[in-house]
């Protein structure tokens, strides 16, 4: 790219980020936290579709991606580079915002079931271990999809998954699902599934019948620090 392209490339991506509302849903993103078009549309103060034509510019411009689920449209921040150049024009701007705040009742904040999987901070929190380790790597197939690395597919068959039973089952492996306290990932799929049957089978977490919060046990808390470096 020579030195007058990279100068009208860096131009038109200033003046994606320009616009206000548009600046105002980058920011909003910038926590880490997806969110939809609708929600976005409300923080930036304009119409739904107002809103579709700014994030169809950032789409563009490379600044968020889009990832369905179910019925809904997610969208978040295309990478750390986009968060790092906001938090540098924050920097100059001099100014603060106000960090997002979930108004979810914190004992289902903190660890629920998502249909059969673990959600919540403890599920975020596992997730992005899992991915830490080594032990998932996406699938080139589908971009929302995950696959056991060898060290992973090892690593949870020392925990007690079947993980042939689970690639078996007609449904996803693993999947990136959008946990709707935190905005981030948690692992959903069958994979997600067997790992909550090994924490509820080892006394990691309990389960009150009929409903969806999860209590992590001592134990439990032992374990996710000293099998995932999980201090909670």
């Not at 003046?15 to 509302?21: D, L, Q, R, V, W």
């Not at 563009?60 to 449209?73: E, I, M, N, S």
């Not at 935190?182 to 509820?200: M, S, T």
């Not at 080892?202 to 969806?212: G, K």
């Amino acid at each position: 790219m020579n030195v007058e392209t990279a100068d009208a490339a860096a131009s038109s991506i200033a003046a994606a980020i320009g616009e206000p509302a548009r600046a105002r849903m980058l920011y909003c993103l910038a926590d880490g936290r997806a969110r939809t078009s609708t929600e976005l549309a409300m923080l930036a103060e304009v119409s739904p579709s107002t809103a579709s034509v700014h994030l169809q510019r950032l789409m563009t411009k490379r600044l968020v991606k889009v990832f369905a689920q179910g019925k809904h449209r997610y969208y978040s921040l295309e990478g750390p580079r986009v968060a790092a150049a906001l938090e540098a024009l924050s920097v100059l701007a001099g100014g603060t915002r106000d960090p997002f705040v979930p108004n979810t009742p914190e004992p289902l904040r903190a660890a629920r079931t998502c249909y059969d999987h673990i959600a919540g901070s403890l599920g975020v929190a596992l997730h992005d271990r899992l991915c830490a380790m080594g032990w998932l790597t996406g699938d080139s197939a589908d971009a929302n999809a995950y696959e056991l690395t060898p060290r992973g597919a090892t690593a949870v068959q020392g925990l007690g998954v079947d993980v042939d039973r689970a690639r078996a089952l007609r449904r996803r492996f693993a999947f990136a699902c959008v946990d709707w306290s935190e905005r981030r990932p948690h692992l959903g799929g069958a994979l997600g599934a067997a790992l909550l049957k090994v924490a509820l089978k080892r006394r990691w977490v309990t389960q009150e019948l009929d409903s969806r919060i999860l209590s992590l046990t001592t134990l439990g808390r032992r374990e996710m620090l000293a099998r995932f470096s999980l201090k909670l």
